[in-house]
């Protein structure tokens, strides 16, 4: 467990770093001349250092899809110097999950390279290495408009000759946030590679011979025709709170749940008992002062734990970006995995002496009781500590600080209140159970929900989701009869037999549950799959009507619900909400009380467009708003991203009760 403490407090030296980058833009792109001095004559190369903040990731020069914006580049010549053969690094071929097929991407940082010539009778000392990135920005679950980075940087130049008039250079920093745009010309030539993206994933540059944009041909130097890359305004970067609607009270009471039974595990439960004697110790037996110690105990347990989930949301970023990594994916699998071993017993993770010490409660007084609380998490790392790193990745995936504390400060909650209680009722402590070999058991019951928390890391990397459902599946079934019938712990209570058989029914009911679903969701996406394949379209079944704010006017005189799905023609998930999600019978038929409206924010310059944006707060595509009949949002069933059926099914039976249809 020395490698989990240390994991912690290197995430909290990245906290005021990542704080920092999170008020960027998404894209700054740094012009790096090669030569100090470019020559009168000759040629030498330039070089654009392009950064990418994760989460996010753009297409590269050539997406693989026709409908997706590529990473395009454009250069202002000055006279009397040419910028040619353009070079882009290969784009990486990425499965996401807002995506069926694999993904032409860039992400971190690439370098794009090109050749500058000065000519022999250049004018002047100077001159400015000046253009536009165009690039379309992606996390995992939506996409942001199209947008442009500009950038500029004077070079010095020798052997030209004096220049007649002074040439005004600009003054602008050599790397330009990205999102503070400039006018676009009338006319932008795409500069694209020729190559073909290979299925390799090292970064191999492939020529372009492209004209800068001085060139009026409208082609090519490889003769491919110009395409126009529209300019758009990004709205304000950053994830959308978790807190729309997607079963969070579920899962705090999951989490609330999993730390109340924590306690029942080896490193903590023998412990509880020897600390209410300690804070009745410290209180000299009198009973307030007993409950006053165990709230201070929670509460140093809720500080220490609160502060764990601020920083996985701090460092959202890295979260986020690393899972997209099927190299990380695995690994955190196979940490689960060897987790999950100890829980079996197989090894034993130990706490360095001194750390066991600093939480033995040294200090007297309330003081030592804080002490405690902060720190009993390293006496009880070896049980909780699996527990509390899977609920960390999941809150730094999500990058959101208030969902972190509290997630974090309701696990508190769960293993303090135990302490609560028995230091109000301090004189109940002889009905506790005895600890004994039934916590061995307990143990084990977590081995099988590391492993299962192994199988969902690994989500993305199984074929399809009926392989995934029915791991989990299995993954239950053997847990199931395994600790309902097989595992070996004998105890003299008479409780526990009935207790491991009602806990292996309950495995073998998880595991039924999810070879169900794993089918249903099968069967959803072949039928989706095949209907499209048929030529079978949402517009057919679904009455979509565009966005106006008449058609809202109307809705409200009709007292009509009101569903507003945001697209643009680049956004993948948008794509695969029409292909799999919104043709289901199901949702056909429950769309019929709404007002289906659909808004293209194609275009993020249409002064429309921003005037949704702003008026709505999108911030992404797909962006998916329900309107109650008076036209106000019902802000809780937000939702961005791809959703599933039966989800988005349940928050359109929730849009209809809050609207009073249901």
């Known amino acids: 467990m020395k490698r989990l403490l240390f994991t912690v407090l290197a995430l909290a030296a990245f906290v005021p770093a990542v704080f920092s980058q999170a008020q960027d833009e998404i894209v700054t792109v740094k012009v790096v001349p090669s030569v100090e001095a470019f020559k009168a004559g000759q040629t030498a190369a330039v070089t654009l250092e392009v950064s990418i903040r994760a989460p996010y990731h753009v297409q590269s020069d050539q997406p693989s899809e026709d409908y997706l914006i590529a990473t395009t ?40 390279t090109a050749d500058v010539t000065v000519a022999a009778d250049f004018a002047g000392t100077e001159f400015a290495i000046e253009g536009t990135l165009g690039y379309q920005a992606c996390d995992d679950t939506s996409c942001l408009p199209p947008a442009d980075v500009p950038f500029v940087k004077t070079v010095k130049v020798e052997g030209g000759w004096p220049a007649v008039s002074s040439v005004a250079s600009p003054t602008q920093a050599e790397s330009v946030p990205a999102g503070k ?43 491919q025709a110009a395409q126009a890359t529209p300019a758009a305004t990004p709205p304000a970067s950053g994830k959308e709170t978790p807190f729309e609607g997607k079963g969070l009270p579920v899962i705090f009471v999951l989490v609330f749940l999993g730390g109340l039974a924590l306690n029942l595990t080896p490193c903590i439960y023998p412990i509880i008992p020897i600390t209410i004697s300690y804070f009745g110790g410290q209180a000299e037996g009198k009973k307030g002062g007993v409950v006053l110690h165990a709230v201070f105990y929670v509460l140093g347990m809720a500080l220490t734990y609160s502060i764990l989930g601020v920083v996985a949301a701090f460092t959202g970023g890295l979260f986020g970006a690393a899972l997209t990594f099927p190299p990380v994916l695995i690994a955190i699998a196979v940490i689960m995995i060897a987790l999950s071993l100890s829980m079996f017993d197989v090894y034993e993770f130990r706490m360095p002496a001194f750390l066991n010490k600093l939480a033995g409660g040294s200090q007297k007084g309330y003081f030592g009781t804080i002490l405690m609380g902060l720190t009993v998490g390293i006496v009880a790392a070896p049980c909780i500590g699996p527990f509390v790193l899977g609920l960390l990745t999941y809150v730094g995936n999500r990058g959101n600080v208030v969902l972190g504390f509290s997630l974090f400060f309701v696990l508190a909650l769960g293993l303090g209140v135990p302490f609560l209680i028995l230091g109000i009722f301090s004189g109940s402590l002889n009905k506790l159970p005895r600890s004994g070999a039934w916590m061995v058991w307990v143990r084990k019951n977590f ?69 169900v679903q794993g089918v249903e969701e099968y069967l959803d996406e072949t039928i989706a799959a095949k209907t499209a394949a048929s030529g079978g379209l949402v517009a057919d079944v679904v009455a979509w009507q565009p966005y106006s704010e008449e058609a809202l006017v109307e809705a409200v005189k009709a007292g009509k619900p009101v569903f507003i799905d945001s697209f643009a023609d680049w956004c993948i998930p948008c794509k695969e909400l029409d292909k799999i999600t919104f043709n289901q019978p199901e949702i056909v038929a429950a769309s019929r009380p709404f007002v289906m409206l659909k808004v293209d924010l194609t275009s993020a310059s249409d002064p429309k467009v921003k005037a949704f944006y702003t008026k709505y707060n999108v911030r992404g595509v797909p962006t998916l708003i329900f309107l109650k009949p008076d036209g106000t949002e019902i802000a809780e069933l937000r939702g961005t991203g791809f959703e599933t059926k039966d989800v988005f099914l349940g928050k359109m039976n929730k849009a209809l009760e809050q609207s009073g249809l249901k």
Do not use: C, H
């Open 73 to 112: 580049v454009e250069f202002k010549s000055p006279a009397g110097v040419t910028i040619e053969r353009i070079k882009f690094p290969r784009g990486e071929m990425r499965k996401l999950s807002l995506s069926e097929n694999p993904l032409s991407i860039y992400e971190g940082t690439v370098k794009i």
């Open 181 to 223: 745009q400039t006018p676009k010309p009338e006319e932008k030539t795409q500069l694209a590679a020729v190559e073909s993206p290979a299925k390799e994933t090292a970064r191999d540059s492939a020529p372009v011979g492209a004209k800068t944009a001085e060139s009026k041909s409208g082609e090519t130097s490889s003769g």
């Open 447 to 515: 081995g099988f929900i590391l492993i299962a928390m192994a199988a969902y890391f690994l989500k993305t990397l199984f074929p399809n989701v009926l392989f995934y459902q029915f791991t989990l599946a299995l993954i239950m079934l053997v847990a199931g009869i395994y600790m309902g019938w097989i595992e070996p712990t004998k105890t003299a209570g008479k409780v526990f037999p009935y207790i491991r058989v009602l806990i292996g029914i309950l495995f073998l009911v998880l595991a039924l549950v999810f070879a």
